[in-house]
């Protein structure tokens, strides 16, 4: 099982930035697609973007312009810059291993214990 470790949440104004890091120990990250989910309260945990073990991403249309997934396989990382923030980005941020298939993203059932994003008007 992959353990991992978001970090990088903060309170922060709107259009402030901030940047999510993912980092996993015991497993080696750059073999799995990466997809960042949200959860803000009362609400289902819901896919933002998403990374392939070769770079392709993909972007929820609510965030598409403003966050970029990336990865970093020498330090077993992936970031999430969010750039722009609105309160309606307040959640809980997760990273998910997992992969594609017909061009849908599933992921694994590992989750970290996510990171807190918090953007104040």
């Known amino acids: 099982q992959v353990q991992l470790v978001e970090s990088g949440g903060g309170l922060v104004q709107a259009g402030g930035s901030l940047r999510l890091s993912c980092v996993a120990s015991?497993?080696?990250?750059?073999?799995?697609?990466i997809g960042w989910f949200r959860q803000a309260p009362g609400k289902q945990r819901e896919l933002v973007a998403s990374i392939s073990s070769g770079g392709i991403t993909n972007y929820a249309d609510s965030v598409k312009g403003r966050f970029t997934i990336s990865r970093e396989n020498a330090k077993n990382t992936v970031y999430l810059q969010m750039n722009s923030l609105k309160p309606e980005d307040t959640a809980v941020y997760y990273c998910?291993?997992?992969?594609?298939?017909?061009?849908?993203?599933?992921?694994?059932?590992?989750w970290g214990q996510g990171t807190q994003v918090t953007v104040s008007s």
């Open positions: 015991r497993s080696t990250l750059s073999i799995y697609a």
């Open positions: 998910n291993p997992g992969r594609f298939s017909s061009g849908h993203y599933l992921g694994y059932d590992w």
